[in-house]
């Protein structure tokens, strides 16, 4: 299920933007910066100061993750079910197999998440007929202003 492309744009991107939601549906909504990919269905995320997420995933396993590239204002969507998995299993030593980031000391879990729908997501800008060497120039330039000095390391 999972493409090359999708791939590159998890690990590219790290930070994921995870929603879930709690027992009285109220929703919740926690990026996450440990994401990898274990497999071509499974997407994952170490869990280090996700009390929220981790007590909703709990009760109820559904969950969507969306990756955006914000140069080029595209991404992905996916929806599955998450299971958690703690540290001291060989499961979870299993999967920190695959984390390669600085981080898997501090990991208290791991969330699975088996993916069983990915989207696109695309900005309405591209309706207009916008190209994306065009946009990323665009945003790029957005976020060096942002920067002190407009220092911005491309």
Known sequence: MLTADMK???????????ATTAPDGTPN?????????VDDQTITFGEIRSPGTIRNLRTNARI?????????????RFAGTAVVVER???AFDTLLGHYHGALGPRLRAIVAIT???ALPLTSPVYDEGAV???VRR????????????????E
């Open 8 to 18: 590159r744009i998890i690990e590219e991107q790290l930070l994921g933007f995870v």
């Open 138 to 153: 665009g945003w790029t330039t957005r976020f060096r202003k942002l920067q002190p000095n407009q220092r911005f390391v």
């Open 115 to 117: 993916v069983t729908r």
């Open 88 to 90: 001291g299993t060989g």
């Open 29 to 37: 909504v926690s990026p996450k910066g440990t994401f990898f990919v």
């Open 132 to 134: 994306e060497p065009d």
């Open 64 to 76: 969507e993750v969306n990756f955006v590239d914000p140069f080029v204002r595209k991404g992905y």
